[in-house]
Protein backbone atom coordinates (compact mmCIF):
# COMPACT_ATOMS: atom_id res chain seq x y z
CA UNK A 1 0.00 0.00 0.00
CA UNK A 2 1.01 3.03 -1.14
CA UNK A 3 3.45 5.00 2.43
CA UNK A 4 3.76 1.69 4.21
CA UNK A 5 7.73 1.06 5.33
CA UNK A 6 8.67 -2.17 4.32
CA UNK A 7 12.30 -3.75 4.77
CA UNK A 8 13.61 -6.91 2.84
CA UNK A 9 16.89 -7.79 1.18
CA UNK A 10 16.81 -5.95 -1.70
CA UNK A 11 19.12 -3.48 -3.99
CA UNK A 12 20.55 -0.10 -2.23
CA UNK A 13 19.01 2.63 -4.75
CA UNK A 14 16.51 4.80 -4.75
CA UNK A 15 13.42 2.35 -6.45
CA UNK A 16 13.20 -1.45 -6.45
CA UNK A 17 10.26 -3.41 -7.46
CA UNK A 18 9.86 -6.26 -4.91
CA UNK A 19 7.13 -9.14 -4.49
CA UNK A 20 4.85 -8.84 -1.59
CA UNK A 21 6.83 -12.14 -0.45
CA UNK A 22 9.92 -10.57 -0.66
CA UNK A 23 9.47 -7.43 1.36
CA UNK A 24 7.76 -7.29 5.38
CA UNK A 25 5.81 -4.34 6.10
CA UNK A 26 7.12 -2.87 9.49
CA UNK A 27 4.99 -0.78 12.26
CA UNK A 28 6.29 2.77 12.44
CA UNK A 29 4.33 2.76 16.15
CA UNK A 30 6.28 -0.09 17.78
CA UNK A 31 9.93 1.68 17.12
CA UNK A 32 11.96 4.16 14.36
CA UNK A 33 11.67 2.45 11.28
CA UNK A 34 15.43 2.38 11.55
CA UNK A 35 15.27 -0.50 14.49
CA UNK A 36 14.15 -2.66 11.56
CA UNK A 37 17.31 -2.29 10.40
CA UNK A 38 18.83 -3.42 13.75
CA UNK A 39 17.60 -4.75 17.05
CA UNK A 40 14.12 -5.26 15.32
CA UNK A 41 16.23 -6.77 12.22
CA UNK A 42 18.57 -9.40 11.41
CA UNK A 43 20.99 -8.24 14.12
CA UNK A 44 18.35 -8.72 16.43
CA UNK A 45 17.04 -12.14 14.97
CA UNK A 46 20.31 -13.17 15.09
CA UNK A 47 21.06 -12.40 18.41
CA UNK A 48 17.73 -13.96 19.91
CA UNK A 49 17.31 -16.99 17.87
CA UNK A 50 20.92 -18.05 17.86
CA UNK A 51 21.19 -17.60 22.01
CA UNK A 52 17.50 -18.36 22.93
CA UNK A 53 17.70 -21.48 20.88
CA UNK A 54 21.53 -22.67 20.59
CA UNK A 55 22.58 -21.21 23.87
CA UNK A 56 19.90 -21.63 26.01
CA UNK A 57 20.70 -19.50 28.84
CA UNK A 58 19.70 -20.14 32.25
CA UNK A 59 19.19 -17.88 35.31
CA UNK A 60 23.16 -17.63 37.23
CA UNK A 61 25.21 -19.05 33.99
CA UNK A 62 28.04 -17.44 32.70
CA UNK A 63 27.68 -16.08 29.00
CA UNK A 64 30.83 -15.27 27.04
CA UNK A 65 30.01 -12.51 23.96
CA UNK A 66 32.98 -12.12 21.49
CA UNK A 67 32.69 -9.24 18.65
CA UNK A 68 30.17 -7.99 21.98
CA UNK A 69 30.49 -4.26 21.06
CA UNK A 70 28.94 -4.94 17.89
CA UNK A 71 25.38 -5.07 16.35
CA UNK A 72 24.58 -8.56 17.05
CA UNK A 73 27.02 -9.13 20.58
CA UNK A 74 25.29 -6.01 22.03
CA UNK A 75 21.49 -7.53 21.94
CA UNK A 76 23.52 -11.28 22.70
CA UNK A 77 24.70 -9.36 26.22
CA UNK A 78 21.30 -7.52 26.91
CA UNK A 79 19.17 -10.78 26.25
CA UNK A 80 21.37 -12.74 28.05
CA UNK A 81 21.05 -10.04 31.05
CA UNK A 82 17.54 -10.04 31.00
CA UNK A 83 17.44 -14.01 31.74
CA UNK A 84 20.08 -13.65 34.78
CA UNK A 85 22.71 -14.63 32.97
CA UNK A 86 26.28 -13.04 33.94
CA UNK A 87 27.47 -11.72 31.01
CA UNK A 88 31.41 -10.88 29.65
CA UNK A 89 32.17 -9.52 26.50
CA UNK A 90 35.55 -9.17 24.26
CA UNK A 91 35.82 -6.27 22.40
CA UNK A 92 38.74 -3.76 21.26
CA UNK A 93 39.12 -0.40 22.52
CA UNK A 94 38.60 1.17 25.76
CA UNK A 95 36.01 3.13 24.78
CA UNK A 96 33.69 -0.06 23.66
CA UNK A 97 34.40 -1.81 26.98
CA UNK A 98 33.60 1.51 28.94
CA UNK A 99 30.05 1.26 26.93
CA UNK A 100 29.49 -2.45 27.26
CA UNK A 101 29.73 -2.03 31.38
CA UNK A 102 28.43 1.52 31.70
CA UNK A 103 25.59 1.43 29.14
CA UNK A 104 24.68 -1.80 28.56
CA UNK A 105 25.07 -3.34 31.81
CA UNK A 106 27.85 -6.41 30.96
CA UNK A 107 29.10 -7.75 34.27
CA UNK A 108 32.68 -7.76 32.77
CA UNK A 109 34.30 -6.44 29.56
CA UNK A 110 37.90 -6.97 28.32
CA UNK A 111 39.72 -5.70 25.71
CA UNK A 112 41.88 -7.97 23.77
CA UNK A 113 44.01 -5.40 22.28
CA UNK A 114 45.81 -4.81 25.39
CA UNK A 115 44.83 -7.30 27.80
CA UNK A 116 46.83 -10.78 28.80
CA UNK A 117 42.89 -12.34 26.71
CA UNK A 118 44.15 -16.05 28.59
CA UNK A 119 44.37 -14.26 32.26
CA UNK A 120 42.20 -11.63 32.22
CA UNK A 121 39.10 -14.48 30.74
CA UNK A 122 40.12 -17.12 33.73
CA UNK A 123 39.38 -13.94 36.32
CA UNK A 124 36.45 -12.69 34.64
CA UNK A 125 35.00 -16.39 34.18
CA UNK A 126 36.53 -17.74 37.95
CA UNK A 127 33.67 -20.16 37.36
CA UNK A 128 34.25 -21.29 33.29
CA UNK A 129 31.87 -20.51 30.69
CA UNK A 130 28.65 -22.18 30.14
CA UNK A 131 27.75 -20.04 26.61
CA UNK A 132 29.86 -18.72 23.91
CA UNK A 133 28.26 -16.85 21.68
CA UNK A 134 31.31 -16.78 18.98
CA UNK A 135 31.27 -13.70 16.77
CA UNK A 136 34.99 -13.50 15.97
CA UNK A 137 36.55 -17.14 15.55
CA UNK A 138 40.24 -17.05 15.57
CA UNK A 139 42.76 -16.53 18.61
CA UNK A 140 40.13 -15.27 20.85
CA UNK A 141 38.12 -18.45 20.69
CA UNK A 142 40.64 -20.61 21.29
CA UNK A 143 41.01 -18.81 24.59
CA UNK A 144 37.59 -18.62 25.60
CA UNK A 145 36.88 -22.34 24.27
CA UNK A 146 39.48 -23.36 26.83
CA UNK A 147 37.42 -22.49 29.82
CA UNK A 148 33.81 -24.19 28.90
CA UNK A 149 32.10 -26.16 31.49
CA UNK A 150 30.33 -29.81 30.87
CA UNK A 151 27.51 -29.22 28.47
CA UNK A 152 28.39 -25.69 27.43
CA UNK A 153 26.67 -24.53 24.46
CA UNK A 154 28.49 -22.52 21.74
CA UNK A 155 26.44 -20.75 19.26
CA UNK A 156 28.61 -20.06 16.09
CA UNK A 157 27.49 -16.92 14.82
CA UNK A 158 30.56 -15.63 12.97
CA UNK A 159 34.45 -15.69 12.16
CA UNK A 160 35.08 -12.30 11.57
CA UNK A 161 38.96 -12.58 12.38
CA UNK A 162 39.17 -15.24 9.66
CA UNK A 163 37.10 -13.21 6.87
CA UNK A 164 39.79 -11.27 5.48
CA UNK A 165 42.97 -14.37 5.26
CA UNK A 166 44.24 -15.74 2.56
CA UNK A 167 44.86 -19.18 3.85
CA UNK A 168 42.99 -20.04 7.37
CA UNK A 169 45.58 -20.45 9.84
CA UNK A 170 46.10 -23.85 11.86
CA UNK A 171 44.69 -22.90 15.28
CA UNK A 172 43.58 -25.30 18.35
CA UNK A 173 41.97 -28.37 17.56
CA UNK A 174 39.13 -28.07 19.55
CA UNK A 175 37.16 -31.28 19.23
CA UNK A 176 38.51 -32.90 22.32
CA UNK A 177 37.78 -30.19 24.53
CA UNK A 178 34.06 -30.47 23.06
CA UNK A 179 34.03 -34.23 23.60
CA UNK A 180 35.42 -34.32 26.97
CA UNK A 181 32.53 -31.66 27.78
CA UNK A 182 30.22 -32.42 26.29
CA UNK A 183 30.04 -29.19 24.56
CA UNK A 184 27.30 -28.25 21.61
CA UNK A 185 28.72 -26.17 18.96
CA UNK A 186 26.63 -24.98 16.04
CA UNK A 187 26.57 -22.72 13.42
CA UNK A 188 23.80 -20.97 11.95
CA UNK A 189 22.59 -17.91 9.47
CA UNK A 190 19.61 -15.56 10.10
Known sequence: VKGDFVVGNLNWQDYN?????????INPDIAPVSAALGVLGMTGLTAYFGLLDIGKPKHGETVVVSGAAGAVGTIVGQIAKIHGCRVVGIAGS???????????GFDNAINYKT?????????????????????????????????????????????????????????????PQLLTHSALMKGFIV
Open 17 to 25: IAAEKDVRK
Open 94 to 104: DKKIKYLRDEL
Open 115 to 175: SNLEKALNEACPDGVDIYFDNVGGDISDAVLSLINNNARIPLCGQISLYNEIQIPTGRRIQ
